[in-house]
């Protein structure tokens, strides 16, 4: 077997047992790193800091003092600010941003041992469910359509790429309206986004603050919950972070589901669902019932209104929060002569900012004009609030809501596909995340070109425990291969 082909529980046992070092299992990555760069996962590879932190992880596994992550391999997004390492949120804005601190999702892991390999290309400012917004140039899905290259979805696009190529045992993502669990479907990986406030947003380049969530993306729940446990947790420097205890996730990995609800929201069942998607999503649900779950109906009834409300919420937080890039504190500033401080400013932002965040930004700041915020913005709160009510009624019959993950399987950049459509891609996503509820992505199966497909699993707030302990259930049925070696064709 190769080392890359490892799950984080699986090496861990191994470097445990001293039976493989984490400087060989660091080299392993870095050869495939070079191997598959074609994929344009990494804006920045940081191989020698890998190694360095791989003999401290060796050096601590000898004398018996390693750490919950030690010397497992992993990659960041590149929103995570990284102390002394470029972070660029894939903008032309911040290509030569070297931070002075540490966010403290990456402080928390690197304080476990891990090593990290480098920082993982995204959609500019994490906008997007493509990757093609990436000023770095698009990053590809490790899985082709009959040949065809196609998107590794967004915004955490390179982190599912590394994780499912085995570029990364495992990688950090964020997730404001669907970044890690669109990505993860589309990979045939898994990934989680906590509730809000489970995990710290101190240090990450914000995009909306009421909905950016730091998760994670790996190839098992296992992984998933060794890493949740990890970057849980109150932190000082993010007030929403809430004073909640982290319960160990692995603990109830194994639990029956004997006579527990899983909810099936009808509004779900959409004309545009992929039939491939519907059919594995009735599967799954009669499997649970077969292990004595029981399945209920449910109803969000303003689900029609998720995305619109999403995209109302995201671009006005997004145009405030982007409002510090203007060629003054840091970041790029303009090369162009300018006779006034304005024209310095629109310089700077013209020249800087890609087209999908100049969208957003005009967008969301119009939407923040005393004509439109009453319109628009409070009435995008107010629904907002109606949708969190959904949820809760919901979950007064049910432990956990089951749904696709996505609209299908991940697609080219050729399709022809509207903004509309990719909009679309989140219709079953944003739902969670206007709620600030934790949700799950699992690869159950695949279509009929051998695409991964996922289904996501949401759970009550801070009931993360909840998603694990039906998503163990739901990948032991579905048996999905994921292994790098298999999936890069080697
Ligand atoms: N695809 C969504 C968007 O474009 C979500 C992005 C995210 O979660 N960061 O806004």
Known sequence: MKLTDLTISQAKNLLDKKEISAVELTKEYIDNMEKFRFLNTYVTETPEIAIEQAKIADDNIAKDKARALEGIPMAIKDLFCTKGVRTTASSKMLENFVPQYESTVSQKLLDAGITMLGKTSMDEFAMGSTNLTSYFGEVKNPYKRNGEDLVPGGSSGGSASAVASGMAMAATGSDTGGSIRQPASFCGVVGIKPTYGRASRYGIVAFASSLDVPGVIARSVRDNALLL?????????????????????????????????VGIPLEYKSDKLNPEVQKLWEQRSEDLQSLGAEIVDISLPLTKFSLPVYYIIAPAEASSNLARYDGVKYGYRTDKPFSSLDEMYELTRTEGFGAEVKKRLIIGSTILTEEFYEKSYLKALKTRRLICNDFDEAFKKVDVILTPSTTGPAFSKNDKLSPMDIYLNDIYTVGASLAGLPAMSIPVGYDKNNLPLGLQLIGKRFDEEMVFRFAHHIEDISKFDNTPSKVMGE
Request: proline share 9%; charged share 35%; aromatic share 4%.
């Open 229 to 261: 446990n990890v970057i849980s947790g109150k932190d000082e420097m993010d007030p929403t972070t809430a004073p909640r205890e982290v319960p160990d996730f692995t603990k109830v990995l194994g639990e029956s589901i004997k006579g527990l609800k």
